[in-house]
């Protein structure tokens, strides 16, 4: 199974034999499975966000670890530490639930930012230093954040710095009463349905010619002018303080080349950098005064932007360029 789509259409259906009604969320897991990224998942309780990510682990047959944030939780919690035995008068390394390809940090935004921190470079460099040496994670590795909205008592807004790591922030929405009522006959039959019930259904070699697939997707340089633009009109408007970093540039270029495969298409869209832009931005951006005194949000302002943004020609424009750049020959820009 070299395909991204057909890839991505396996976990989904395999997830929604538990899974009700989530496939934006799937989507945007698997998007981050074929681009390295990592995915911060807000919603509040109750809404399925770690059942997401344990299923994903399952269907795609990864070491799955979940950590609980807590308040009191340590740094050496997560990454590990070396532990003295007596029996041998030795230190041995004990290494920590970060060492996994799943890692479900819960309610991350529940521990300390000290503790917060300690993912840091777990999530940009794919290492872990315990008592000064460094340990490679294994691969693939993805965090799957889960948190609570930050106006909910007893949590910490994640720092700059650390929402910047992640590729995209999804949002776990209450569902609709079509899909909740699917939801109470679904474990009516079934009270005892778990991630148990579903099973592997692709493996490491599918994954890796999926990510082969994905890199090789052709992105247009009036696509790349686009992502641009739009990252640029985060650090221009007053409703911001500050835009977004190079990072999430880089975060665009990736997951859309992914969206585009999972979609069937060996080209980048300006519609593929659209529907991703609020997942990319809204939690890399910091209000200005004034915006937050209106009351408004990072999702709106970003929302706002992004229409306010021309983008390149129609998907028939686009086209051409490719087939040139495919074949060897030259492109119809000229054609008049």
């Not at 000064?132 to 994640?158: C, H, K, R, S, W």
Request: overall charge negative; aromatic content about 4%; charged content about 25%.
């Amino acid at each position: 199974m070299t395909d991204p789509a057909a890839l991505y259409t396996s976990i989904r259906d395999e997830m929604g034999e538990v899974l009700i009604g989530k496939e934006t969320l799937v989507k945007g897991v698997t998007i981050a499975l074929l681009t390295d990224g990592h995915i911060l998942l807000e919603g509040v309780p109750g809404v399925a966000k770690t059942t997401v990510a344990n299923l994903f682990a399952v269907t795609t047959g990864f070491e799955y670890n979940r950590i609980q944030m807590t308040p009191d939780i340590l740094p050496a919690d997560i990454t590990g530490t070396s532990i003295y035995r007596e029996q041998t008068g030795e230190f041995e390394l004990q290494r920590g639930p970060v060492f996994a390809n799943v890692v479900v940090a819960d309610e991350i935004n529940r521990a300390t930012p000290k503790t917060q921190s300690a993912l840091l470079e777990a999530m940009q460099e794919r290492t872990v230093s315990i008592e000064g040496e460094t340990l490679d994670l294994p691969d693939p590795f993805i965090v799957i954040a889960t948190q609570n909205p930050i106006e909910m008592e007893g949590t910490y807004e994640l720092p700059e710095a650390q929402r910047d790591r992640f590729q995209l922030k999804l949002t776990a929405d209450l569902p609709e009463r079509d899909e909740e009522e699917e939801l109470l006959n679904r474990f009516d039959t079934d009270p005892n349905l778990t991630a148990d019930d579903v099973i592997q259904v692709v493996d490491a070699e599918d994954i890796k010619a999926a990510r082969d697939a994905v890199s090789e997707v052709y992105v247009d340089e009036t696509v790349k002018s686009y992502i641009l633009d739009i990252v640029a009109a985060t650090r221009e408007t007053p409703d911001l303080d500050h835009g977004a970093s190079p990072r999430a540039s880089l975060a665009f270029l990736n997951t859309s080349k992914a969206r585009a495969a999972i979609e069937g298409r060996d080209y980048v869209i300006p519609e593929d950098v659209k529907v991703l832009a609020e997942a990319i931005l809204a939690h890399r951006v910091g209000l200005s005064t004034d915006a937050e005194l209106s009351n408004r949000t990072a999702r709106g302002v970003v929302a706002d932007l992004v229409e306010n943004v021309d983008p390149p020609g129609s998907r028939v424009d686009l086209e051409p360029d490719i087939a040139a750049v495919g074949d060897g020959g030259t492109t119809n820009a000229d054609d008049g």
